[in-house]
């Protein structure tokens, strides 16, 4: 379970340094602050949170449906529990709302800008089962230029380390302009950084 909870945390996570305004690394820059600031409303505003933790859930269903699924087995019980697509909609959705009440936990708790205040605690039904998540400080370095795909939306690869754990995780985002800024919509390379976090779980059993 531990690997399933932080590739949605990495895939949501999203910080960094300053930038030139008005450029789409901004968006880094304008998340940044809103963790520093123990804002979760301002970062929910700047990240299509839903969307992304979706996306997430989604890669965790098709890996379900693998003869060889690499999933936990409580999640995997979770998951062969629903019956029919309503099900596994709602399923999808759960688990998304309650990795999204613990980032904002990590958020307003400070955890997220490495400066943790032990008052806030976390919250959701499920918190109990990120116990083993990295609450470490979460950094976004860009590592690239910015391109635009032709659609009013623009590509820009990231490096996400977490000075919890020590690993970097290479990002490919997709942001779009939503005024009066640029909002961070995808994580193009999800099955790699699936993928990396599964190894790294693997390499400390």
Known sequence: MRSILC???VLSFITGTAFAASAPEQAVRNVQHAIDTKN????DQLVDINRILRAGTDILLDEAA????????????????????????????????????????GILSGNFAGAPDQIVRPGGILASLFGNVSLGRKELRVAGPSASDGQERIFLPVELKDYGNGN??????????????????????????????????????
Not at 40 to 43: I, L, W
Not at 70 to 99: C, G, H, N, V, Y
């Open 40 to 43: 979760a409303d301002r970062f």
């Open 7 to 9: 590739l949605l945390l």
């Open 168 to 205: 970097i995780y290479p990002l490919l985002l997709r942001l779009q302009w939503h005024a009066p800024d640029w909002r961070i919509v995808e994580i193009v390379n999800l099955p790699d950084i699936w993928n990396q976090i599964h190894a790294e779980a693997e390499a400390q059993r």
């Open 66 to 105: 693998k003869p060889n699924s690499r999933l936990p087995p409580i999640l995997a019980l979770m998951l062969s529990s629903a019956k029919d697509s309503q099900a596994l909609t709602s399923l999808r959705d759960f688990i998304a709302q309650e990795t999204h009440a613990f980032i904002r936990y």
